[in-house]
């Protein structure tokens, strides 16, 4: 089965939905961290993290995007956002152990 990598079928279709979705997610999670540094009086680096996290985030959605409105450079971008995205995913499963952690020692 051959795959056109100029058609929109690509993993960038996956990638632009799902990126977006994190991001909204990790502002998300930075809002709840901040109102228990406020209830609690406790300080964290967890929220920061989700800060970059997310930044990650809107660049995987980013390159998702342009590799769909430019098929000359569609594969290269889509490999681009998919590491982009799989690094977010990885700082996230990381802040949520930050995360789970901070809270066990509150």
């Known amino acids: 089965m051959h ?10 279709n996956h990638i ?6 994190m991001t909204g997610v990790c502002v998300t999670v930075i809002s709840i ?3 228990t540094e406020a ?7 967890t929220d920061n993290l989700f800060a970059v996290t ?5 660049i995987s ?8 409105r430019t098929p000359h450079r569609a594969g290269k971008m889509e490999k681009l956002a998919d590491m982009f995205f799989l690094a ?3 700082m996230m499963v990381i ?12």
Do not use: K, Q, W
């Not at 058609?7 to 960038?12: C, D, K, L, V």
């Not at 802040?95 to 509150?106: A, D, N, P, Q, S």
């Open 3 to 12: 795959v056109d990598r100029n058609s929109n079928s690509g993993i960038a």
């Open 61 to 68: 959605c980013f390159l998702s995007y342009t590799s769909m």
């Open 39 to 45: 209830t609690r009086h406790i300080s964290t680096l």
């Open 95 to 106: 802040g949520g152990f930050m995360l789970t952690l901070e809270f066990e020692h509150i």
């Open 33 to 35: 961290v901040r109102l």
């Open 88 to 90: 977010g995913l990885s």
């Open 54 to 58: 997310g930044l990650v985030f809107l």
């Open 16 to 21: 632009l939905p799902t990126a977006a979705t």
